[in-house]
């Protein structure tokens, strides 16, 4: 199977709208311990420390994990090395024509840091969109259903 290593895009587009910085601080007892309880165990060849080890010291590793989330959001960048993937293709149907590519979509694997920081992002952002001049308060795509009721 074809498997194709991403790097990250870098950007230089100036920044417009609200900073994400403006959002409560990831606390470290609260929301990443709770989050290292409930996600599966599972590491992939992007993981330079194991899933298992990090959920073993998850008291010490979710400190860790919310200074890294908070400098991420008051800076306004991601490491890099969390920015890395492997994007497989995944058969969408198996009565689909394996020759064509359209019959295929991408499946992302990116290392459990970055799955974890991601996840704690998504949590902070729906109130965000809705504050940000950035965003089109009619486009509904990927957005939840409680997230359309704008005022």
Do not use: W
Request: glycine share 2%; aromatic share 8%.
């Amino acid at each position: 199977m074809l498997n194709i290593l991403s790097a990250p895009a870098s950007s230089n587009l100036p920044h417009s709208g609200l900073r994400f910085s403006a959002i409560a601080p990831i606390t470290a007892a609260g929301e990443v311990l709770k989050l290292l309880h409930s996600v599966p165990s599972k590491s992939f060849h992007t993981d330079t420390i194991l899933t298992q080890l990090l959920l073993a010291v998850a008291d010490m590793f979710s400190e860790i994990t919310a200074h890294l989330a908070n400098l991420s959001s008051t800076d306004g960048r991601f490491p890099a090395k969390f920015k890395v993937s492997i994007h497989t293709p995944l058969l969408k149907s198996d009565q689909l024509d394996r020759t064509a590519p359209s019959s295929y979509r991408p499946l992302s694997n990116l290392n459990f840091i970055s799955k974890i920081l991601e996840r704690l992002f998504l949590l902070r952002f729906p109130p965000h969109i809705l504050t940000s001049p950035n965003f089109d308060k009619h486009q509904s795509a990927y957005r939840s259903a409680t997230l359309l009721k704008l005022p």
